[in-house]
């Protein structure tokens, strides 16, 4: 099945509100998850960007007319994730310059080196790895939003939730990309671990480096609270990844979650709602939005 038959890609720019105040620990009972949260972030403007010229040298060399039409709708909705986390990554940076700048500039070196170095092929690879994972973090996210979300602060539990919402809405783009042009199986896994170890070693990098400079990487009950966060996300996780590996895996064959399908309906009634939902009532099979 083509991208292109299950396509409703919509460009999407909510217009999100972060407060510079709760930008570090934006969910206070949870600090281990908000630096997680926090370090995937700060991957974004340098990953996604990458994405983009990935498949943009790609598109020279598709030939079907509507893949063309969503690679283009996957590029613009890639380039307004990582506006819109460039936004919240400079209120994180404006508390935490040394840290954060030193993060960014080994994520800007890496991206920089794959596009630069790497053959199209592999960066294809790397491109399908990466959003095969995202889709799976995607259910992940929205099947564990009131343990992971519950009680956040709005602007940026539905950054997340609107940047995972649209991760699942792309699916099969870079998946049908890679297909058309080498449909190698090996590959395609190369580039599924390749892309997921890298970007879970930035991560807790990212994560351990702004726990340390809030002096609770070496406190007991933060360490053992983000052991409890991971371990149930990778309980999660697990068997959505293992999915990827069947050699007759497409991503097409996994059902949209119910709730980001209210998601976009939300959006479409209020944009504002969307981009701040109420995290108090994220149980409720719809998002709620808070009141203007």
Partial sequence: MSSSDVSR???????????????????????????????????????????????????????????????????????????QHRKFNDELKALRPETVGALEAVLDADYKWLGRERSLKFNLAYAEGFESMALALGHMLVEEREFLFGGAEPSVASLVLWHFVEEVEHKNVTFDVFKHIHDSYVWRIAGLFYA???????????????LKKDGLWHDMRSRLALAHALFRIFASLTPKFLRILRPSYHPSEVADPAWMLAWAKLYEASDAGAARLDTARLREPFPISLPA
């Fill in 9 to 83: 890609m919509t460009v999407r720019r909510p217009p999100f509100a972060h407060r510079r105040e709760t930008a570090l620990h934006w969910n206070a009972a949870k600090p281990e998850f908000s630096h997680v949260v926090n370090a995937a972030s700060l991957a974004m403007p340098y990953l996604e960007p990458y994405l983009i010229k990935t498949m943009r040298e790609a598109r020279a060399l598709v030939r079907d007319e509507n893949l063309v039409r969503d690679l283009d709708l996957y590029c613009a909705q890639e380039s307004a994730h990582y506006r």
């Fill in 196 to 210: 997921t170890f890298h970007i879970m070693r930035r991560t807790r990098s990212g994560y351990q480096a702004l």
